[in-house]
Protein backbone atom coordinates (compact mmCIF):
# COMPACT_ATOMS: atom_id res chain seq x y z
CA UNK A 1 0.00 0.00 0.00
CA UNK A 2 1.32 3.50 -0.91
CA UNK A 3 0.95 6.45 1.66
CA UNK A 4 1.39 10.39 0.50
CA UNK A 5 1.13 12.35 3.73
CA UNK A 6 1.36 16.16 3.41
CA UNK A 7 2.34 18.79 6.65
CA UNK A 8 2.86 22.62 6.89
CA UNK A 9 0.12 24.14 6.15
CA UNK A 10 -1.29 26.73 8.50
CA UNK A 11 -2.34 30.72 8.86
CA UNK A 12 -0.18 33.35 7.91
CA UNK A 13 0.22 37.11 7.11
CA UNK A 14 0.65 38.27 3.52
CA UNK A 15 3.89 38.60 3.21
CA UNK A 16 4.67 35.32 4.92
CA UNK A 17 6.61 32.18 4.28
CA UNK A 18 5.62 28.65 4.89
CA UNK A 19 6.80 25.09 4.21
CA UNK A 20 4.89 22.20 2.79
CA UNK A 21 6.56 18.92 2.93
CA UNK A 22 5.18 15.60 1.50
CA UNK A 23 6.30 12.01 2.79
CA UNK A 24 5.28 9.00 -0.16
CA UNK A 25 6.24 5.59 1.75
CA UNK A 26 5.14 1.73 1.15
CA UNK A 27 5.49 -0.27 -2.38
CA UNK A 28 7.26 2.51 -3.98
CA UNK A 29 9.51 0.95 -7.12
CA UNK A 30 10.50 4.22 -8.67
CA UNK A 31 8.68 7.96 -8.93
CA UNK A 32 8.86 9.63 -11.71
CA UNK A 33 7.38 12.97 -10.93
CA UNK A 34 6.08 14.52 -7.97
CA UNK A 35 4.26 17.90 -7.28
CA UNK A 36 1.70 20.25 -5.87
CA UNK A 37 -1.93 20.97 -6.40
CA UNK A 38 -4.16 23.42 -4.76
CA UNK A 39 -8.12 23.52 -4.43
CA UNK A 40 -10.35 26.11 -3.33
CA UNK A 41 -14.21 25.09 -2.81
CA UNK A 42 -16.00 25.34 -5.97
CA UNK A 43 -12.95 25.48 -7.87
CA UNK A 44 -10.93 22.53 -9.97
CA UNK A 45 -7.53 21.21 -8.59
CA UNK A 46 -5.31 23.19 -10.32
CA UNK A 47 -1.07 22.53 -10.64
CA UNK A 48 1.00 24.67 -8.37
CA UNK A 49 4.53 22.85 -9.41
CA UNK A 50 5.59 20.07 -10.79
CA UNK A 51 9.22 18.18 -10.34
CA UNK A 52 10.65 15.21 -12.86
CA UNK A 53 13.13 12.59 -11.71
CA UNK A 54 15.57 14.43 -13.41
CA UNK A 55 15.00 17.71 -11.30
CA UNK A 56 13.36 19.61 -13.86
CA UNK A 57 10.29 21.58 -12.72
CA UNK A 58 7.22 23.70 -13.53
CA UNK A 59 5.55 26.39 -12.19
CA UNK A 60 2.14 27.86 -12.26
CA UNK A 61 2.40 31.65 -13.49
CA UNK A 62 0.84 32.88 -10.28
CA UNK A 63 3.52 31.31 -8.05
CA UNK A 64 6.68 31.80 -10.02
CA UNK A 65 9.35 33.73 -8.34
CA UNK A 66 7.62 32.92 -5.17
CA UNK A 67 7.36 29.28 -4.61
CA UNK A 68 10.23 26.62 -5.11
CA UNK A 69 10.34 22.76 -5.25
CA UNK A 70 12.30 20.30 -4.21
CA UNK A 71 12.71 17.23 -4.03
CA UNK A 72 14.94 14.19 -1.92
CA UNK A 73 14.85 10.77 -4.31
CA UNK A 74 16.59 9.15 -1.21
CA UNK A 75 13.99 9.69 1.22
CA UNK A 76 11.05 10.38 -0.94
CA UNK A 77 10.39 13.44 -0.36
CA UNK A 78 9.48 16.62 -1.62
CA UNK A 79 8.78 20.06 -0.16
CA UNK A 80 7.35 23.45 -1.20
CA UNK A 81 8.59 26.60 -0.20
CA UNK A 82 6.24 29.09 -0.43
CA UNK A 83 7.48 33.08 -0.23
CA UNK A 84 5.97 36.36 -0.14
CA UNK A 85 2.56 34.50 0.28
CA UNK A 86 -0.95 37.04 -0.76
CA UNK A 87 -4.30 35.92 0.16
CA UNK A 88 -4.96 34.50 -3.14
CA UNK A 89 -2.48 31.40 -2.39
CA UNK A 90 -5.48 30.40 0.34
CA UNK A 91 -6.35 26.79 -0.40
CA UNK A 92 -5.94 23.09 0.27
CA UNK A 93 -2.98 22.12 -1.02
CA UNK A 94 -2.31 18.52 -2.32
CA UNK A 95 0.75 16.24 -2.28
CA UNK A 96 0.97 14.39 -6.04
CA UNK A 97 3.21 11.34 -6.41
CA UNK A 98 3.25 9.49 -10.62
CA UNK A 99 4.79 6.02 -9.54
CA UNK A 100 5.99 3.40 -12.40
CA UNK A 101 2.92 1.90 -10.66
CA UNK A 102 -0.16 4.84 -10.70
CA UNK A 103 -0.57 8.02 -9.36
CA UNK A 104 -1.17 9.11 -5.81
CA UNK A 105 -2.65 11.84 -3.91
CA UNK A 106 -2.46 13.06 -0.44
CA UNK A 107 -5.70 14.20 1.84
CA UNK A 108 -4.62 17.68 1.62
CA UNK A 109 -3.03 20.59 4.12
CA UNK A 110 -4.54 23.84 4.81
CA UNK A 111 -2.68 27.05 3.47
CA UNK A 112 -4.39 30.27 4.86
CA UNK A 113 -3.12 33.81 3.95
CA UNK A 114 -4.99 36.20 6.21
CA UNK A 115 -4.51 39.76 8.07
Known amino acids: QVQVVESGGGLVQPGGSLRLSCAVS????????MGWYRQTPGMQRDLVALIDNGGTTTYADSVKGRFSITRDNAKNMEYLQMNSLKPEDTAVYYCYAQIINGIYWGQGTQVTVSS
Open 26 to 33: GSIFSIYK
